[in-house]
């Protein structure tokens, strides 16, 4: 049940391992070419993980979710080191094909930098409550708006952000790249943080 989810703001050093894998199995097709293989690219997001960039849902106490969002200007996956971890050329490697991928910080707006809930705890409103949190935190940040990417190759996700009330504030694609990341084109989506709280979905 939904009233069983609590979400807060970071995660413990033992769930780290359990956050990045949730994360890693929802963007990996898109993380992986920045990497030398699936376990090295798994094994750097796990270390780069800022917790202070995360909400998290727990069902039972365990992790289901994850909201990544842009503080300080960093993303929820950049905590450094990675030229320590992969070497001069992997961590070349990193932040070139990554780059395409990085978003940057828009004044008086809460960027989402990742939102993914467990596969096995889909379409149980997880998803819908970490945006619900995601507002209240852009609301005790003062900020204005909550804003995300979504991917044309994700029409569903799309979807739900629509009903919340999120519209189109701007678009792009990657062009040649496309092959690359397994996406071409993307929309970036907004919401004011005092826009009315969407309808709940009927039971
Ligand atoms: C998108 C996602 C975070 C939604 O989380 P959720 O807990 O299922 O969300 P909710 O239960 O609150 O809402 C579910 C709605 O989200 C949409 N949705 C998007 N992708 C979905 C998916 N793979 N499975 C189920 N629902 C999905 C549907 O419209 C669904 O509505 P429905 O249940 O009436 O069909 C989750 O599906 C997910 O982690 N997907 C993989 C990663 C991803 O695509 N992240 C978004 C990047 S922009």
Redesign the pocket.
């Known amino acids: 049940m939904l009233s069983s989810v609590e979400i807060t703001r970071g995660f413990t050093a033992p769930e780290r391992d359990h956050v990045a894998a949730l994360y890693w199995e ?2 990996g097709r898109k993380l992986r070419p920045a990497f030398r293989d699936a376990d090295t690219g798994r094994a750097e997001v796990a270390a780069s993980l800022r917790p202070g960039n995360v909400l998290v849902a727990r069902r039972d106490g365990r992790v289901v ?1 994850v909201c990544g969002f842009r503080s300080g200007g960093a993303g929820a996956v950049s905590g450094g080191g990675t030229r320590a971890r992969l070497g001069l050329l992997g961590a070349l490697r990193a932040a070139l094909v990554l780059a395409p991928l990085r978003r940057g910080d828009v004044p008086g707006v809460l960027v989402l930098d ?4 467990d596969a096995g ?9 970490l945006l619900t949190a995601a507002d209240a935190l852009a609301r005790d940040l003062g900020l204005r708006a909550v804003q ?4 044309d190759t ?1 029409p ?2 799309e ?2 952000y629509r009903r919340r009330g999120y519209t189109e504030v701007g678009h792009g694609d990657l062009g040649p790249l496309a092959g690359v990341y397994g996406f071409d084109r993307y929309r970036t989506l907004r919401r004011p943080v005092d826009a009315p709280s969407p309808a709940r ?1 009927p039971a």
Not at 114 to 117: P, S
């Open positions: 929802a963007f979710g990742g939102l993914c809930v705890h889909r379409s149980a409103g997880i998803g819908s409550a995300l990417t979504v991917v994700n569903r996700a979807a739900l979905r």
